[in-house]
């Protein structure tokens, strides 16, 4: 079956420590973005990325980093340097990138910092 | 700049009674997409429905239905005979037609459903 996972499920992070969470996508989708949703509030835009090696910052990328060194990968690095990480975090895809096209959704991962 | 509001933080319905969620968008742009979006209490959001700004006509699949007013600047989206298995939070979002890519997508905050028994 075709689809976005996200690993891990739920997370648990102590102040001071860089953390990775993962997004795979079989879509075949050359585009991948990273959200975050916070209690009672829409998704707000982390980073994106149109094709390998390219990524572009979105409303709220302080504090986190990503790369792009696959079509089917889009990891998301949460630093030290985030200063109120604990969230919910949506990995999605699109086929082409563009402003119109659907954006489909992995099932998330819950950060949570200690 | 473009934004989406849905006014409704909550609504609770009961079983088999009909309900509409509100959506009310921004956009300078004549061309754009709305778009909603389901998540459960599962956590993924699952999409609904797309409609292009020069599309009007009301969509209807199952028991779900959206209606889409310019003159208003709205995308109502409404369920009929509501069920439990409906009960989830709502996203409506909005992206315009540009050149350029997916950052143009913006959501509106949602809305929680919940369908009691």
């Known amino acids: 079956d075709g689809g976005i996972t996200q690993s891990p499920k739920y997370l648990f992070r102590k102040e001071g420590q860089n953390v990775t969470l993962s997004c795979e996508q079989n879509?075949?989708?050359?585009?991948m973005y990273w959200y975050r949703q916070d209690p009672g509030q829409g998704l707000r835009l982390i980073y994106y990325s149109q094709i390998v090696n390219d990524f572009q910052k979105g409303d709220i990328a302080e504090g986190y980093s990503v790369s792009r060194e696959k079509k089917e990968s889009f990891p998301l690095t949460v630093t030290s340097a985030q200063k109120n990480p604990t969230a919910f975090y949506l990995c999605?895809?699109?086929?082409?990138?563009?402003?119109?096209?659907?954006?489909?959704f992995g099932p998330g991962t819950r950060l949570t910092v200690l | 700049a473009q934004k989406v509001t849905q006014a409704q933080t909550e609504i609770s319905v009961v079983e088999k009674e009909d309900v509409t969620l509100d959506c009310v968008y921004e956009t300078r742009d004549t061309t754009y997409y709305l778009f909603w979006y389901k998540q459960p209490p599962s956590g993924e959001l699952v999409f609904l429905i797309r409609r292009n700004s020069f599309d009007e006509q009301n969509e209807i699949s199952g028991r779900y239905s959206w209606n889409f007013q310019k003159s208003t600047s709205s995308f109502n989206f409404t369920i009929t005979a509501s069920q439990v298995v409906d009960s989830a939070v709502y996203f409506c979002?909005?992206?315009?037609?540009?050149?350029?890519?997916?950052?143009?997508?913006?959501f509106g905050p949602g809305t929680r459903l919940s369908v009691l028994p």
């Open positions: 979002a909005l992206s315009e037609a540009r050149d350029n890519y997916g950052q143009n997508f913006v």
């Open positions: 879509l075949n989708h050359d585009a």
């Open positions: 999605a895809s699109s086929l082409r990138g563009r402003s119109t096209d659907t954006q489909y």
